[in-house]
């Protein structure tokens, strides 16, 4: 009888299969739900992703550009180049007043932000060759017309819409642009002035030089001069007292 309670209770004891395999699922669902949780308490790797991608383009759209052709700032790309305002305006006025220009040196001058304004044959000559269009602003002053006949088409009425508002965002964008260029130039005049200043400066100093060296050559031939009088007339007194010895 002992045996018997034994025996039962070592089976009461011992697990099912039922039980063995019920433990193993509670577990995973256990093991779920914990992920679940964790994976709600987490942050969203996929927005993450998004806006770590969006900082890349905002760094990538930030990034300051430098003028192709002479090195200052570049306001944007312009005929085709990055390149800064004085460039872009001076391209363009190149190719619509269809300008010729000469070069004083070898056509190997050093265009930069300091010396882009002392020789304008080369400083086009780079426009051209960092790739410049000249179609690009013949383009430009076309659509420009057409702009200006589609507003004298309309016969002066005026309705308030997007695309005028930004049509005059546009003309005001524009008249700045215009400002610059402006400026642009007065700056390439007032450097070549300048220029030319320094150019009169040293003709004049070579001139004094050359003055100086005349008077000092005037001097001295004056002094040779008077040497050979006094010899000469030496040679005439001994020449007379010989004659006058002979007689």
Not at 164 to 173: G, I, L, R, V
Not at 189 to 204: C, G, P, Q, T, W
Not at 211 to 217: D, P
Not at 219 to 235: A, C, G, P, Q, Y
Request: proline share 1%.
């Amino acid at each position: 009888m002992i045996n018997d309670l034994q025996i039962s209770s070592e089976q009461q004891m011992l697990p099912t299969n039922a039980q063995l395999l019920r433990p193993t699922t509670d577990r995973s669902q256990e093991f779920t739900v914990s992920n679940d949780e964790v994976s709600s308490t987490t942050p969203n790797m996929t927005m993450y992703a998004i806006q770590k991608s969006s900082t890349s383009i905002n760094l990538g759209t930030t990034t300051k550009h430098v003028c192709a052709i002479c090195g200052d700032r570049a306001s944007g790309k312009h005929y085709g180049v990055y390149s800064c305002e004085g460039c872009k305006g001076f391209f363009k006025r190149t190719v619509r007043k269809d300008l010729i220009y000469l070069c004083r040196e070898n056509r190997n001058c050093i265009i930069d932000k300091r010396q882009r304004n002392r020789c304008q044959y080369c400083r086009y000559r780079k426009c051209q060759s960092m790739g410049m269009k000249r179609e690009a602003v013949q383009e430009e002053r076309q659509s420009s017309r057409t702009d200006i006949a589609k507003v004298l088409t309309t016969g002066g009425q005026r309705h308030i819409t997007t695309s005028q508002m930004e049509a005059e965002s546009t003309s005001t964008y524009g008249g700045l642009e215009i400002q610059l260029e402006r400026i642009a130039a007065a700056e390439e005049a007032s450097e070549a002035l300048f220029s030319n200043i320094k150019v009169l400066s040293s003709f004049f100093y070579f001139f004094f030089f050359l003055i100086q060296l005349i008077v000092e050559w005037k001097n001295k031939f004056h002094l040779i001069i008077f040497d050979h009088v006094l010899i000469l007339l030496l040679i005439n007194y001994l020449i007379s007292i010989n004659c006058l010895i002979i007689l």
